[in-house]
């Protein structure tokens, strides 16, 4: 199995891939519309023998603040066959990403909605996004920062438009 970009001629692929990892279309949806809208930034796939197993989105997002204006990714979704799960091949996107992420000098962190128990294992908090203005609070909004304290403590989220919030 490799890593590599999400090539266009992957995307009927990705799709089902994401289908079959929630169980439904909504996901597929607003990936679709992030691409139309050209709010995506790289996604990720794990492939073998042609096969997609997995895939992982991040696109554009914006933290704004009186002081300070922000780029950051945010990741949804992370979509793994349910045959493959288990198996670290959505552990191995987040760490590919991750570090596409960071080597992109643009952008100044990730933010997730997720499972806590799974995203702290990369380094997301709930603590780097509990004084963001945004519509989720909670455990489940997480960020990663890639400089301590980037995140401003007085700032608001601003999602792609797809995400309809």
């Known amino acids: 199995m490799h890593i590599r970009k999400e090539e266009i001629k992957d995307r009927a692929q990705v799709l089902q891939v ?3 990892a929630f169980g439904q279309w909504d996901e597929c949806y607003l990936v679709k519309q992030l ?62 990403g991750i570090q596409t992420c960071r ?30 203005d945004a519509p989720f609070k909670g455990n489940e909004f997480m960020g990663l920062e890639f400089r301590k304290n980037i995140f401003p403590t007085d700032g608001n989220v601003i999602y792609a438009k797809a995400f309809g919030l």
Request: glycine residues 10%; hydrophobic residues 40%; aromatic residues 8%.
């Open 18 to 20: 994401i289908h079959d």
């Open 35 to 96: 691409y139309m809208d050209n709010d995506v930034l790289f996604g990720l796939v794990a492939e073998e023998e042609g096969t997609i197993l997995g895939h992982i989105l991040f696109s554009t997002m914006e933290i704004t603040s009186p002081h300070l204006q922000i780029q950051t990714a945010s990741l949804a979704p992370l979509s793994v066959l349910p045959a493959h799960q288990g198996k670290g091949i959505g552990s191995q996107l987040m760490e590919r």
């Open 103 to 132: 080597n992109n000098e643009d952008l100044s962190g990730i933010i997730v909605l997720g499972h806590p128990a799974y995203y702290s294992k990369f380094g997301f908090t709930s603590t780097s996004t509990e004084n963001l």
